[in-house]
């Protein structure tokens, strides 16, 4: 039997009694300085092609709404009981606010897996959560500065009313149908390999989605078959309640629109989640 003591086990010091050495980073239950640092690289990203990113839509938009005016505002046809450039209004502006998030957040993995450059996403010490909000966030960020540069835009063309009456709803549903595309956009990221399988879910994906979606038109003068669907599609309830923040009129629930929309977006929040987790199509 051996007299020696045995040694206690040493005493738990509380994390936040430890004390660092000065300079030394220190990184808690978040990694807000890396998530922030992530983020403004990628809002930076497209301020610096801000003309491009930004103004080009809106510019894009505008032709749109001049080319519909034109074409059938003019004769005093009404939908929704407003004329028809008050109703289009909204729809083109939150459809330059979808896509605009989906071609930001589609792009970054993407390009670093063809370029090698992926490395720079994967490196940095922040969480798989950090990566993704810092992902989705800018290219909300974008949506939004697209967002008002349309709606300043159309404005300014004369005889169209867009005026926000239900501002709740103009956020709820710009920020919702945003973060939808966004989630789009990233999982699009991490399953394309080169430019090519980007374009084809932009060009079959997401074009014929926002063409359908209710845009230019009012869902009541289809018929039920096609009705059904246009329920089908998640863009239709963001364009039909953003529309309803300005003109208090919607082709459907308007409570009804936002609920699916959240659960789309946490639907796809997961998936992204789960996929950036486990490394499928980025990590080696």
Request: hydrophobic residues 55%; positive net charge.
């Amino acid at each position: 039997m051996s007299s020696e003591p045995v040694a206690s086990p040493p005493p738990v010091v509380p994390h936040s009694l430890i004390r660092h050495e000065p300079g030394v980073p220190v990184i808690r239950a978040v990694n807000w300085a890396g998530m922030m640092a992530l983020y403004l690289k990628e809002v930076r990203r497209f301020i610096k092609v801000q003309l491009q990113t930004v103004w080009a839509p809106a510019l894009t938009t505008l032709l749109y709404l001049v080319i519909f005016t034109v074409a059938l505002g003019r004769s005093g046809n009404s939908v929704l009981g407003v004329p028809f450039a008050d109703f289009v209004a909204p729809g083109l502006i939150i459809m330059g606010m979808m896509q605009a998030s989906f071609q930001h957040a589609s792009f970054p993995l993407m390009v670093g897996k063809v370029q090698g450059t992926l490395v720079d996403y994967l490196m940095p010490p922040i969480s798989t959560g950090e990566l993704l909000f810092a992902l989705v966030g800018s290219a909300i960020t974008r949506a939004v500065m697209v967002g008002l540069a349309v709606w300043i835009a159309i404005a300014l063309w004369p005889g169209v009313h867009v005026a926000p009456r239900h501002l709740w709803a103009v956020l709820w549903f710009g920020l919702m149908g945003s973060a939808l595309l966004a989630f789009v956009g990233v999982l699009t990221s991490i399953w394309a390999q080169k430019f090519d399988h980007n374009a084809a879910i932009a060009n079959f994906v997401v074009a014929p989605l926002s063409l359908l979606s209710g845009t230019f038109y009012s869902i009541d003068r289809l018929k039920p078959a096609f009705q059904a669907i246009s329920h089908a599609n998640p863009f239709f309830y963001a364009i039909s309640g953003f529309r309803y923040g300005f003109l208090a009129e919607a082709d459907t629930h308007v409570v009804t629109g936002a609920l699916v929309l959240l659960a789309i977006n946490l639907v796809l929040g997961v998936l992204c989640y789960r996929l950036l987790a486990t490394g499928w199509k980025i990590k080696a």
